[in-house]
């Protein structure tokens, strides 16, 4: 079955750096298009970053853009979030998403769109402490 699991969250100081990774199996990789997610206490889930199947197109809220990015190695079956700059308002439990359309592998393509993805990590918790 398709797993997704995230690691590398933690307690960090504002200020601080941490790189998330979300390993798959179970699906082929490198057809699907990936998300970051995160959902900060007593909030609804919120879009992070996402990336196209070959890693060529990325797009990411304006909260974190020009501090996170997302990357991919399809080698690996791996995707990324090197999250620098981290503020306290980035605390919250960071999920990876994986979501296949012929669209997107067409077109090389991303979504913002939680409803687009398919299958959905555990979740990896970011602290990070001011």
């Known amino acids: 079955q398709v797993q997704l699991v995230e690691s590398g969250g933690g307690l960090v100081q504002a200020g601080g750096s941490l790189r998330l990774s979300c390993a798959a199996s179970?699906?082929?990789?490198?057809?699907?298009?990936m998300g970051w997610f995160r959902q900060a206490p007593g909030k609804t889930r919120e879009f992070v970053a996402t990336?196209?199947?070959?890693?060529?197109?990325?797009s990411y809220a304006d909260s974190v853009k020009g501090r996170f990015t997302v990357s991919r190695d399809n080698a690996k079956n791996t995707m990324y979030l090197q999250m620098n700059s981290l503020k306290p308002e980035d605390t919250a439990v960071y999920y990876c998403?994986?979501?296949?359309?012929?669209?997107?592998?067409?077109?090389?393509?991303?979504?913002?769109?939680?409803?687009?993805?398919?299958?959905w990590g555990q979740g990896t918790q970011v602290t990070v402490s001011s």
């Open positions: 990336i196209s199947r070959s890693g060529s197109s990325t």
């Open positions: 179970g699906l082929t990789f490198s057809i699907y298009t």
């Open positions: 998403a994986a979501g296949f359309s012929s669209t997107y592998e067409a077109y090389d393509s991303y979504t913002q769109s939680p409803g687009s993805y398919d299958y």
